[in-house]
């Protein structure tokens, strides 16, 4: 059984104290920490960028799980991948060639995830499952923190585990959205083995970041 590993997205963060919540979330045992980049274009929010990756780099040890929400994706890469991210992660529906940036960013020497929101089939992105190291299954509409679990992604994360199995392929299945101490446990049942979450972190048990990875873990 693969190790349970928590990716807690700072887009739920406090924005201001941004270097001291990731010295919480590493000082609370995550395990990596979940950026999420959005351009306002591929969805419909403006976040962050290489400039505040970088500058948060020299914060913590821990892996950066850089989810790319913009498009087009190809020729922004390299900016993500020298600010200091370590897996890049992004939508195949902002690339004009997946096999291409897929093989960009390992030449980069970075893990390279790709990202299947609600209404996206696995066929899209089945011809890849060897060349990368994550599947990033959206369980909510890319673009907001703190929104409904979309319970229907359950058969995916279950469809691409038994693929994963069959072809005794050894990528992660990472889950982003809407996870609680109420879903969590489905979604490991189901299959994945990393779970990102910012309000379920952040918010609950007053903020007890320990606390509430713990509990993540544990479900
Ligand atoms: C959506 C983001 C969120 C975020 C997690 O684009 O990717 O899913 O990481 O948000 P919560 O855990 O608050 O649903
Ligand atoms: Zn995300």
Redesign the pocket.
Same mark, same amino acid.
């Given at each position: 059984m693969n190790k349970i590993k928590i990716s807690p997205?700072i &887009?739920s963060a406090d924005f201001s104290q941004l270097g001291n919540e990731i010295k919480r979330l590493e000082d609370g045992g995550a395990d990596m920490i =979940?950026v /999420?980049v959005m351009d306002g274009h591929f969805v419909p929010n403006l976040t962050i960028g290489p400039p505040v990756i970088k500058a948060l780099r020299g914060n913590t040890k821990l892996p950066f799980d850089v =989810?790319l929400?913009i498009s087009p994706v190809h020729k922004y890469i390299k900016d993500y991948a020298d600010a200091g991210a370590d897996i890049i992660t992004f939508h195949p529906e902002a690339t004009n060639n997946l096999k291409e940036s897929i093989q960009h960013v390992k030449n980069l020497g970075k893990k390279v995830g790709v990202s299947l929101n609600p209404d996206t089939q696995i066929n899209l992105i089945e011809e890849f499952l060897t060349e990368i190291n994550l599947v &990033?299954i959206m369980s909510v509409h890319?673009g907001f923190g703190g929104q409904k679990f979309i319970h229907k992604v359950l058969d995916k994360i279950k469809e691409l585990k038994i693929i994963k199995v069959k072809k005794n392929l050894n990528f992660d299945i990472e889950v /982003?959205g809407g996870i609680n101490f109420d879903n969590s446990k489905l979604v490991i049942e189901a299959g994945a083995n990393i779970l990102?979450s910012g309000t379920t972190i952040f918010k609950s048990n007053q903020g007890n970041i320990k606390k509430n990875i713990e509990i993540l873990k544990l479900t």
């Amino acid at each position: 059984m693969n190790k349970i590993k928590i990716s807690p997205s700072i &887009l739920s963060a406090d924005f201001s104290q941004l270097g001291n919540e990731i010295k919480r979330l590493e000082d609370g045992g995550a395990d990596m920490i =979940h950026v /999420d980049v959005m351009d306002g274009h591929f969805v419909p929010n403006l976040t962050i960028g290489p400039p505040v990756i970088k500058a948060l780099r020299g914060n913590t040890k821990l892996p950066f799980d850089v =989810h790319l929400m913009i498009s087009p994706v190809h020729k922004y890469i390299k900016d993500y991948a020298d600010a200091g991210a370590d897996i890049i992660t992004f939508h195949p529906e902002a690339t004009n060639n997946l096999k291409e940036s897929i093989q960009h960013v390992k030449n980069l020497g970075k893990k390279v995830g790709v990202s299947l929101n609600p209404d996206t089939q696995i066929n899209l992105i089945e011809e890849f499952l060897t060349e990368i190291n994550l599947v &990033l299954i959206m369980s909510v509409h890319p673009g907001f923190g703190g929104q409904k679990f979309i319970h229907k992604v359950l058969d995916k994360i279950k469809e691409l585990k038994i693929i994963k199995v069959k072809k005794n392929l050894n990528f992660d299945i990472e889950v /982003d959205g809407g996870i609680n101490f109420d879903n969590s446990k489905l979604v490991i049942e189901a299959g994945a083995n990393i779970l990102v979450s910012g309000t379920t972190i952040f918010k609950s048990n007053q903020g007890n970041i320990k606390k509430n990875i713990e509990i993540l873990k544990l479900t």
